[in-house]
């Protein structure tokens, strides 16, 4: 409570008083330091210079009287910029350090600033953002009274430090320190209420401040008193300056909801409901507040600076599968309280509203909102703040409008429950039912409204492509009946399989699980953090991953309706209408070539209007529908097949493209034609793929493919890329592969960063197109993989199915990449998880001659007595490289020699996630020695093996000596023996307990073989045995 009798101190210093603001500072390291730190940390250089600027202000008025005080600090003053800012830094450092003097130091900067106090309200700001949670009590008490003398001056500029100084109140926090704040500065707004009534965004800002934090303000008589203050201060602005407090937007609702119950609201509310006009002649009523979209601003400003930077790193700088750590600390400092929930609210509308990652990032491996997201939900210990949670997500859906929303506002949550619909289908089912339950009950009047919000944003999704389908999300046989049920009844637009808005299907019915088999990949360029849930019924743990069938809707003939093109044809000129209708009577393709080359010419005329290039596109997309049904490559592939099938009237566009010089006027009007074409007819992306492979005249030109996509509305490459090659696999997938080697030649830098492409081609092809792939490899006509991300590929494949992990391994060993470059994986593969890939990198293994580097990896697995990955390969090497092997080994040990009191990472710049230690060595070098028992290997009787375990066992404790005492004794044969023939040795070696114990053997058997061992070394360390016996009998079962 030091800060309130601070607060009183800086009461007197402003008055004059001595001594004013000091019991906050009691105790404080170092005589007017500004910021806390330690011996260990270094100088701050902010705090430096502040210092410096105040010794000089200091050296100037120390002794001498006011008058020439104010003399000397004017005329330095004078001498120009330089001196000036030294002077006013100084004198500020002076008010923050020393409150006896903070009346006359504030008196003497009023007199010298000739900026009127920027520089001193520029570092207020900077010192509030950067180094508040550092400074001093004594100095946080006198920044607070130095605000309140800015804003009793009237200074300009004070309203944005007011600003910033409520954005360092933390949401969800009553420590002692955070209440002072949040008290300071509401007395600094009602003392000066005339002034803040001048600033209709400091009236907005601190309304949306106070009622966020009137929710944490209960229980003790303070908190209740503070709460009575923000209650009374924000019901008179509400009152008074409405039409100001409208700029905030719907989330004032959200806001004015969750204190409705307190009384002065409770009036509030009726007026805003039944009487509006008694608030604002403007305002019309609640549905004009919920239709306004919340600024940035004023989600962020409920997020301290630290909130802020820590989440704006973690959505741009943590690699997704890395977020723990970075979790786990923002828990322990934010949200590890019961008043802590709240917090989460704020937290879920910043990322959904400010945190708007670019395409660049959205299409990388970085942590994606939507999983930041699923941990604040799934972390959430009160039903209460998981409600208000949930509608913090949901918001934007409730009043969505496309034309003034963002579809980044609405992305995340239709995300977290497609990603969360795997490993936490309870999370998908509860937002779910959240969505469906909260249109009728968030306001019944507005019932009708809420629908339409929500069908807007679902629509929106499917046409952004955030998600291509939502069937397999509202319709997926994980979710109960009931919830199924009420989404077929809320939703039914969005429960059928889907069809593309350009084809006329007719469709039979088919069972939720093979249409659920069919879009399980819908995935968009947004969400390829992860790869798509699987909807088999079998259980999650399972390994039944098996894809052996492929389900397809069954797809009847077409029915062919009449083309319609009469609404745009009056919007034409004439000659370019006649040109339109002779192609829609044109009987045959070349006539219709013909003419569409007429209208391709007329259209590069210098007179042409290219305001009519939207009514073209959409009578060209309507005449030419039947372009993009069927398959676009024809059966046989022939170099004649091939131009016949690039003949097609609407590829003269194309083609015109391709003659042209790309800095031609006339190529950009192509291009805005195609851009037209595209946000009406998708398909004409990859068409304009494949034109560009299999024409002769395009030969060279693939390049045009990205001046298309920069002219589409896109506006991006990768993001483009993506979406035309997700559009060709879910209509062509021949044509898919037929285009792949093209792709990756063409555009490595889009195609070999991500897993987004390659899941897509394996998860559509067959063994026959898998094989054809591989001979592309193997022939370098296709580059699939590359050294510097083919490690973070494999790693995302872990979550595909086990045939298209299979795919993506057998593509990857097509390419000559030496396997240390992935070795790294085994750190992500657990046994029960990643059969596929463990089964594949152990193949790959056993060919190769180990390394250090690989020893390390394989031995760095945990040690279980089911997973045998370890053991298996140690033992094909031993086999294969036995010397060689002893002496990674031998190393290794050496190097690890530490057991439990110092856990060694691996050094290797590779291998940062290996944690080695001499233990897990020890565990896995005992199970090879059960696995070797009654082999003829001699393994344990090489020289470098035994003299590293005599240097281990020379060091390691006595625990350690029980657990491993088979192994050990091996060493203390090898050294008993030492002095004897090498054969001797040897053959202590091979008769020592390892061969002894055999867990297959039953206990007699074990005892007889004991007995009848005539070695000298064996009779007299019987035992060792039995502990071993008695303390690894977990370790001896692994023997079979």
């Known amino acids: 409570m030091e800060l309130q009798k601070g607060k009183g101190a800086a009461a007197a210093a402003a008055t004059g008083a001595a001594g004013g603001g000091g019991g906050a500072g009691a105790g404080a390291p170092g005589g007017g330091r500004l910021l806390l730190s330690t011996s260990l940390d270094a100088k701050d250089e902010l705090e430096e210079r502040l210092e410096r600027c105040m010794s000089i202000v200091t050296s100037m008025t120390t002794g001498v009287s006011e008058r020439e005080a104010n003399d000397a600090l004017n005329a330095y003053v004078c001498k120009g910029p330089p001196q000036h800012e030294e002077i006013c830094l100084g004198l500020f450092t002076l008010v923050l350090t020393e409150p006896a003097q903070a009346q006359k130091c504030y008196r003497d900067l009023a007199l010298v600033s000739r900026d009127g106090m920027n520089i001193v309200l520029n570092k207020i700001n900077q010192i509030l953002m950067e180094k508040y949670l550092k400074l001093q009590d004594t100095c946080r008490t006198q920044l607070v009274w130095l605000v309140r003398e800015l804003v009793k001056s009237g200074v300009l500029g004070a309203d944005g430090v007011c600003m910033t100084f409520m954005k360092q109140i933390a949401g969800g926090d009553v420590t002692a320190k955070n209440i002072w704040l949040a008290e300071s500065v509401l007395d600094i707004l009602m003392e000066q209420r005339e002034w803040v009534l001048k600033s209709s965004i400091l009236i907005a800002m601190a309304v949306y401040t106070y009622l966020r934090l009137i929710v944490d303000h209960h229980g003790t008589a303070q908190l209740q008193a503070l709460r009575q203050k923000e209650v009374d201060f924000c019901i008179s602005l509400l009152r008074e300056r409405f039409m100001e407090c409208l700029m905030i937007g719907r989330d004032l609702v959200r806001l004015l909801q969750n204190?409705?119950?307190?009384?002065?609201?409770?009036?509030?509310?009726?007026?805003?409901?039944?009487?509006?006009?008694?608030?604002?002649?403007?305002?019309?009523?609640?549905?004009?507040?919920?239709?306004?979209?919340?600024?940035?601003?004023?989600?962020?400003?409920?997020?301290?600076?630290?909130?802020?930077?820590?989440?704006?790193?973690?959505?741009?700088?943590?690699?997704?599968?890395?977020?723990?750590?970075?979790?786990?600390?923002?828990?322990?400092?934010?949200?590890?309280?019961?008043?802590?929930?709240?917090?989460?609210?704020?937290?879920?509308?910043?990322?959904?509203?400010?945190?708007?990652?670019?395409?660049?990032?959205?299409?990388?491996?970085?942590?994606?909102?939507?999983?930041?997201?699923?941990?604040?939900?799934?972390?959430?210990?009160?039903?209460?703040?998981?409600?208000?949670?949930?509608?913090?997500?949901?918001?934007?859906?409730?009043?969505?409008?496309?034309?003034?929303?963002?579809?980044?506002?609405?992305?995340?949550a239709i995300l977290v429950m497609h990603h969360s619909m795997k490993p936490h289908p309870a999370i998908t089912a509860t937002l779910l039912d959240f969505m469906c339950r909260i249109i009728p009950n968030f306001y019944p009047p507005l019932e009708g409204h809420v629908r339409q919000g929500v069908f807007s944003s679902l629509n929106h999704i499917v046409e952004k492509r955030v998600l291509a389908h939502l069937a397999p999300l509202f319709d997926n046989p994980k979710l109960d009946k009931e919830l199924r049920a009420m989404l077929r009844e809320k939703f039914p637009e969005f429960c059928s399989s889907p069809s593309p808005p350009v084809e006329v299907k007719i469709e039979e019915p088919v069972s939720m699980e093979m249409d659920n088999h069919m879009s399980d990949k819908d995935e968009s360029c947004y969400d390829n953090a992860e790869a798509a849930f699987s909807d088999d019924e079998e259980d999650l743990n399972s390994k039944g991953k098996k894809r052996e069938f492929r389900f397809h809707p069954i797809k009847e003939t077409v029915v062919e309706e009449p083309v319609d093109i009469t609404p745009y044809l009056d919007q034409l000129d004439e000659s370019l209408r006649d040109k339109v209708l002779q192609l829609q009577k044109g009987s045959d393709t070349e006539a219709q070539c013909e003419v569409m080359q007429e209208i391709?010419?007329?259209?590069?005329?210098?007179?042409?209007?290219?305001?009519?290039?939207?009514?073209?596109?959409?009578?060209?997309?309507?005449?030419?529908?039947?372009?993009?049904?069927?398959?676009?490559?024809?059966?046989?592939?022939?170099?004649?097949?091939?131009?016949?099938?690039?003949?097609?009237?609407?590829?003269?566009?194309?083609?015109?493209l391709c003659q042209m010089q790309e800095d031609n006027s006339s190529f950009s009007l192509l291009l805005d034609l195609l851009s037209e074409l595209y946000q009406k007819q998708p398909k004409i992306g990859y068409h304009l793929l494949y034109y560009l492979r299999a024409s002769k005249a395009a030969a060279g030109k693939m390049n045009l493919y990205e001046s298309f996509a920069q002219a589409t509305q896109l506006g991006d490459l990768h993001t483009c890329l993506m979406m035309d090659m997700k559009a060709c696999q879910e209509d062509d997938v021949r044509l898919l592969c037929h285009l792949t080697p093209s792709i990756y030649t063409e555009f490595p830098d889009e195609t070999l960063r991500s897993g987004e492409l390659l899941n897509m081609i394996v998860a559509v092809i067959d063994s026959a197109q898998l094989q054809e792939l591989v001979c592309h490899v193997m022939m370098g006509n296709?580059?699939?993989?590359?050294?510097?991300?083919?490690?973070?590929?494999?790693?995302?494949?872990?979550?595909?199915?086990?045939?298209?992990?299979?795919?993506?391994?057998?593509?990857?060993?097509?390419?000559?990449?030496?396997?240390?470059?992935?070795?790294?994986?085994?750190?992500?593969?657990?046994y029960k998880e990643h059969p596929e890939a463990l089964s594949c990198l152990l193949l790959q293994l056993r060919r190769e001659k180990p390394s250090e580097e690989m020893v390390k990896m394989v031995l760095s697995r945990p040690c279980h007595p089911d997973d045998q990955f370890t053991t298996s390969i140690l033992r094909h090497w031993c086999m294969k490289h036995d010397e060689l092997l002893a002496e990674h080994i031998k190393s290794l040990l050496i190097k690890n020699n530490s057991l439990p009191r110092k856990r060694q990472s691996l050094r290797s710049s590779s291998s940062k996630l290996a944690q080695l230690t001499l233990e897990q060595i020890l565990e896995h070098?005992?199970?090879?020695?059960?696995?070797?028992?009654?082999?003829?290997?001699?393994?344990?009787?090489?020289?470098?093996?035994?003299?590293?375990?005599?240097?281990?066992q020379a060091s390691c404790d006595e625990a350690h000596k029980m657990k491993f005492s088979d192994l050990f004794s091996l060493a203390e044969e090898y050294e008993d023996s030492s002095t004897k023939p090498p054969k001797s040795r040897r053959k202590a070696a091979l008769s020592s307990p390892r061969s002894r114990k055999n867990a297959t053997q039953p206990p007699n058997a074990e005892e007889e073989s004991g007995s009848s061992s005539a070695s000298e070394e064996e009779d007299t360390k019987p035992k060792p045995t039995k502990r071993k016996r008695k303390g690894s009998s977990a370790v001896g079962s692994d023997s079979d």
Not at 639 to 650: A, C, D, H, R, T
Not at 813 to 830: C, D, R, S
């Open 259 to 412: 204190v409705a119950r307190i009384p002065e609201f409770e009036l509030l509310w009726k007026d805003i409901i039944h009487n509006p006009q008694a608030l604002s002649p403007q305002f019309t009523g609640i549905l004009q507040l919920l239709q306004s979209r919340t600024s940035r601003k004023f989600l962020a400003c409920r997020l301290t600076p630290d909130m802020e930077t820590k989440l704006l790193f973690m959505t741009s700088r943590v690699r997704f599968g890395q977020q723990k750590r970075y979790q786990d600390w923002f828990q322990r400092q934010y949200l590890s309280t019961p008043d802590s929930q709240s917090l989460r609210c704020d937290l879920i509308r910043y990322i959904c509203g400010v945190v708007h990652p670019s395409n660049e990032v959205l299409s990388s491996d970085i942590l994606p909102r939507w999983a930041i997201i699923g941990w604040l939900l799934t972390t959430c210990t009160s039903n209460v703040a998981a409600s208000n949670a949930k509608l913090a997500l949901f918001y934007d859906w409730l009043f969505f409008s496309p034309d003034k929303d963002s579809i980044m506002n609405i992305e995340p």
């Open 600 to 656: 391709v010419d007329q259209v590069l005329e210098e007179d042409f209007d290219s305001e009519q290039l939207s009514v073209l596109a959409s009578c060209l997309q309507e005449l030419f529908k039947g372009h993009f049904r069927g398959e676009v490559l024809p059966e046989e592939i022939t170099e004649e097949s091939l131009e016949e099938s690039v003949g097609k009237p609407l590829y003269l566009i194309f083609r015109n």
């Open 925 to 952: 070098l005992d199970n090879l020695r059960l696995n070797l028992t009654n082999t003829k290997q001699n393994f344990f009787s090489q020289t470098p093996i035994l003299q590293a375990l005599q240097h281990v």
């Open 782 to 830: 296709l580059v699939m993989f590359r050294k510097d991300s083919v490690l973070n590929i494999l790693i995302q494949s872990l979550d595909w199915e086990t045939f298209e992990q299979y795919c993506a391994w057998q593509l990857f060993l097509a390419h000559n990449i030496p396997l240390e470059t992935i070795i790294p994986i085994l750190q992500h593969l657990k």
